[in-house]
């Protein structure tokens, strides 16, 4: 009966990890996006604030 409950117990154990360290394929491309978001706005900002740094210098 104790074994019985263990092996269901280690087996329970075995699927929790399995689900736990599968990947999100949805959630990282949802962060990838953001990050190219995110970049762009980096990127257009430097566009911006260059010009307006060659007129101080």
Known sequence: MFAIFTIKLL???VVTLNQACQK???HNLLIDSQKEKGLKKFENSL???APKTNKIT
């Open 24 to 26: 999100d394929d949805n």
């Open 47 to 49: 566009k911006n604030i």
């Open 11 to 13: 087996l329970l154990g």
